[in-house]
């Protein structure tokens, strides 16, 4: 069973979500504001966390980036009204996992959930065979979710995890955008490819210690992991 906490302020709307993914097995624990979720958080250890950005008290992106401080992998599901490619990139800069626009359907709601955790948009195509790679001078641990160097083990999100091992498989060959956006999202959406660009620019970030390896875009196609 899968232990979502959703923070949501709009009642009727949090209650319309408990009771839909309940009828379909999940455990909801419910917060009406940031403050409240975030102590939650901490006492539940949700598998999920699902958040609206606008509420009072502590908004969504201010509880996600102090929970963020001692917490970097239970996913976070934001849930936004706001259309602004800035909004939506900020969210994903202070450690938020995907986000859903208001209104959306619950079966959408649901299906980006199971994602989260790895449960849905697998692509057939792309079965695992290998479980690390040395990428220079790191240690890629793709069922751990673990990048390591010089002893220093830093934990990567399912996310983070599924695009690595797909650029490793690949490497030093064009992964191609769409297919990414197609398994780990459901769709290639123009905010959606933004977020996969928010997410390859973390990769770089915490493969930079080693100035051998570049993760090149290569314009409308997908990206390169190359090794020199």
Request: some cysteine; charged content about 30%; hydrophobic content about 45%.
């Amino acid at each position: 069973m899968i232990d979502v906490l959703l923070v949501e302020d709009e009642e009727t709307l949090a209650l319309i979500i408990k009771d839909t993914l309940e009828g379909q097995g999940f455990r909801i624990r419910l917060a009406k504001d940031g403050e409240e979720g975030l102590r939650l958080f901490f006492q539940e250890k949700p598998d999920v966390l699902v958040a609206d950005v606008m509420m009072p008290r502590m908004d969504g992106f201010e509880m996600v980036r102090r929970l963020r401080k001692s917490d970097s992998r239970t996913p976070v599901l934001f849930l936004t009204a706001r259309s602004a490619v800035n909004d939506v990139v900020e969210g994903f800069e202070l450690g938020g996992n995907d986000y859903l626009k208001k209104p959306f359907g619950m079966q959408e709601l649901i299906v980006r959930v199971r994602a989260l955790l790895g449960r849905a948009f697998v692509s057939p195509a792309f079965t695992p065979q290998v479980s690390a790679f040395e990428i220079g001078s790191y240690r890629f641990d793709c069922k751990g979710q673990t990048l390591s160097r010089l002893g220093v083990v830093r934990h990567l999100s399912h996310r983070e995890s599924e695009i690595l091992h797909r650029l490793c498989m690949n490497r030093d060959q064009v992964t191609d955008m769409r297919q990414i956006l197609l398994d780990l999202w459901g769709d290639d959406t123009f905010f959606n490819q933004r977020s996969l660009h928010v997410f390859i620019a973390k990769l770089r970030r915490k493969l930079a210690d080693d100035g051998h390896i570049r993760i090149v875009n290569v314009r409308g196609m997908g990206y390169k992991l190359i090794v020199e």
